[in-house]
T-cell receptor, first 112, second 112 residues
Framework: DADVTQTPRNRITKTGKRIMLECSQT?????MYWYRQDPGLGLRLIYY???????NKGEISDGYSVSRQAQAKFSLSLESAIPNQTALYFC???????????FGPGTRLTVT | GENVEQHPSTLSVQEGDSAVIKCTYS??????FPWYKQELGKRPQLIID?????GEKKDQRIAVTLNKTAKHFSLHITETQPEDSAVYFCAALDTGRRALTFGSGTRLQVQP
């Protein structure tokens, strides 16, 4: 689904480095989400945003920050990466009434 | 917040058999329950969802049932095919966060 894109798709970084993952969408949705996926743990919500001025912490926000630069863009930052942040990160969007979420292709992040 | 438990974590069936995946949730006010399918190396995609005003919903070979009293819902796949092999996630709406909480996933393997 090219309507939700993520960059980069793969990233290897070192402990202590700052890294930003970017998400863009052309679906015109107000709501955007960041999840991380780890084997056996499913999809866990990091941060979510209902509009540019409404940003909320999810289940596992410690060590992460976000920026909603525009309706179409939602970035996730790791201020000082650590190895246990190695995971697959997904961005998703949904319409104003919630409902179906549309996921991006994912970013595989490795912290060494 | 919402807690969603999903069982089993892995499921292997013969082609043509049925598969059932079960989830329980904790937020009694939750009213939206989607199921997502994630094929290997791909993003999760919605396959079916149900709202709390109905007890069952079908779409061809897949169906979802909801028991609000017991706070559990299930995914049923009939006449399984090899292309049904994937990881399946249930989710429930956390009414406090107004965001989805996902189960830990079920890896379904359909043996030809």
């Amino acid at each position: 689904d090219a309507d939700v894109t993520q960059t980069p798709r793969n990233r290897i970084t070192k402990t202590g480095k700052r890294i930003m993952l970017e998400c863009s969408q052309t679906k015109g949705h107000d709501r955007m989400y960041w999840y991380r996926q780890d084997p056996g743990l499913g999809l866990r919500l990091i941060y979510y945003s209902f509009d540019v001025k409404d940003i909320n912490k999810g289940e596992i926000s410690d060590g992460y920050s976000v920026s909603r630069q525009a309706q179409a863009k939602f970035s996730l930052s790791l201020e000082s990466a650590i190895p246990n942040q190695t995971a697959l990160y997904f961005c998703a969007t949904s319409g104003t009434n919630g409902g179906e979420q549309y996921f991006g292709p994912g970013t595989r992040l490795t912290v060494t | 917040g919402e807690n969603v438990e999903q069982h089993p974590s892995t499921l292997s069936v013969q082609e043509g058999d049925s598969a059932v995946i079960k989830c329980t949730y904790s937020d009694s006010a939750s009213n939206y329950f989607p199921w997502y399918k994630q094929e290997l190396g791909k993003r999760p995609q919605l396959i079916i969802d149900i709202r709390s005003n109905v007890g069952e919903k079908k779409d061809q070979r897949i169906a979802v049932t909801l028991n609000k009293t017991a706070k559990h819902f299930s995914l049923h796949i009939t006449e399984t095919q090899p292309e049904d092999s994937a990881v399946y996630f249930c989710a429930a709406l956390d009414t406090g966060r107004r965001a989805l909480t996902f189960g830990s996933g079920t890896r379904l393997q359909v043996q030809p």
